[in-house]
């Protein structure tokens, strides 16, 4: 892996960049943080202990894929935010975008409510030849458990025994799932105690459905483990997963950019960005700090997807408010490639596109999208890995997850708790007649009951 942060520099891109200097003063801050971290990793960061953890349970993920592969057609992972942007993020990563049409276990994934979606879904597949990894660490997250109702109806009107056709993961004690996987023997994996639904990529979350599209979990846990020993013993300005929250850090403080684009080159890699989304707001958007000042802090992530997006984006990027930072990532080598040769048609204004590697365009899109931000002075760093393979992944993702951290702490705010996230939940549950939540519903209707009288409608004659 290459972390190139030489264009947030303010030598190379003048007024909107940051100093050398300013980096390194930011290294002290960065040793305390690290501290603070190393306190807790038993605790509130134990996500951070997951690359060797997990290489311990590694056979028995790969062993029970092995059977699911031999018993059934297709996987579904059932899951809401990090329990299914995590499985996206590896599955379309390392298997593409049309993996289904020629692969078994064709690899599925419900992580809405949306009728329309879950019906058709459901409508398509041979639920003989299905299971279903039913995926939430609470066991009783809303949308996770009505899918799971509507799987298990539809499995019963099929004639067949639902048990068969599930698989929990789940926390190791309490919950609904727990209760039921006691109760009935289903197979059931466990999601660590502290270890949080957008930190749970490398945990079975994660793993069992990268294991089930032919993904080497020991390898992209090796990875990982890389990246964390390489944060041990390198110093912070020779690390990419401590430089990167020193950027983010400063760029914030004390140039007002608050908006984070991980802009990727690579159909499958732009999943990094839909899971690297939730994880930086997730953890980093709270109103208090661990004081418990009201600091309204935040980076908003954003997701763009090269070359496609720069023809959408782009011109805000380069011409528009200085309140972003981009980071690009690419492959050196793609995973497939195909030569042009172009001789259907002899036309001289697309000559230049003829004899040459199909990836070579894509290639020069990210080359000329990086000069482009340079000349004009944009913020940028640039991550590049030889191809997309287990251990490279394994690296990036303990990157993003330690940097994330390690920003929490330089910010003072706690990156792993979602209390404004539980509050909509609370609301929800009320309104659906969940027992224990009907003061909530009560205050729900409440806020909203001055809604309808600005309101304007235009109905079709």
């Known amino acids: 892996m290459k972390f190139d942060y030489t264009n947030i520099l303010k030598e190379n891109i003048g007024d909107s960049g940051i100093t050398i200097e300013e980096v390194k003063k930011a290294v002290e801050l960065v040793n305390s943080a690290k501290e603070r971290i190393n306190e807790k990793l038993s605790s509130d960061y134990f996500a951070l202990k997951l690359p060797f953890l997990m290489s311990l349970k590694a056979t028995e993920i790969n062993n029970t894929a092995d059977e699911i592969k031999s018993k059934f057609e297709n996987f579904v992972v059932v899951g809401m935010g990090g329990s299914s942007l995590g499985n996206q993020l590896l599955h379309y990563t390392f298997n593409g975008i049309y993996y289904n049409d020629t692969n078994t276990p064709r690899i599925y994934f419900m992580d809405n409510v949306d009728p329309v979606s879950s019906v058709s879904l459901l409508k398509h597949l041979d639920l003989k030849k299905t299971v279903f990894n039913i995926i939430t660490k609470s066991g009783s997250t809303a949308e996770t458990m009505e899918n799971f109702l509507f799987i298990t109806d539809k499995l019963a009107k099929s004639g067949l025994d639902w048990k068969e056709h599930v698989i929990f993961t789940t926390d190791p004690e309490k919950g609904l799932l727990r209760k ?41 846990l090796r990875g990982a483990e890389l990246m ?155 991550i590049t890995i030889p191809k997309i393979r287990e251990e490279e992944i394994g690296k990036l993702i303990y990157m993003f997850e330690y940097a994330t951290i390690l920003l929490g702490e330089m910010l003072k705010i706690n990156p792993i708790d979602q209390p404004a996230v539980e509050l909509g939940k609370a609301f929800t549950y009320g309104i659906m007649g969940r027992e224990g939540f009907e003061s909530k519903k009560e205050k729900m209707e409440k806020l909203l009951s001055e809604e309808d009288k600005h309101i304007i409608t235009f109905n079709d004659l």
């Open 180 to 220: 039921l996987s006691s109760k009935l023997k289903i197979k059931t994996f466990d999601i660590p105690q502290n270890v949080g639904g957008r930190y749970s990529v490398l945990s079975p979350v994660g793993l069992l459905s990268a294991a089930v599209g032919g993904i080497d979990v020991p390898v992209l």
């Open 228 to 382: 964390r020993v390489n944060i041990l013993n390198k110093n912070p300005m020779e690390c990419s997963a401590t430089l990167l929250p020193i950027i983010q850090y400063l760029m914030f403080k004390t140039k007002g950019i608050n908006i984070n684009a991980l802009f990727t080159y690579s159909d499958g890699f732009s999943y990094l960005g839909q899971w690297y989304r939730q994880l930086l707001s997730e953890s980093i958007g709270k109103k208090y700090d661990r004081d418990g000042n009201a600091v309204y802090t935040g980076i908003t992530p954003t997701s763009v997807r090269g070359t496609s997006d720069q023809h959408s984006i782009l011109q805000l990027f380069l011409e528009g408010p200085f309140d972003k930072l981009l980071i690009m990532v690419a492959p050196e080598e793609y995973q497939a490639d195909a030569k042009i040769n172009g001789n259907a048609i002899n036309e001289p204004e697309i000559a230049y596109l003829k004899d040459k590697n199909y990836s070579e365009l894509i290639k020069a899109e990210f080359t000329g999208t990086c000069a482009a931000l340079k000349e004009n002075n944009r913020p940028f760093i640039k």
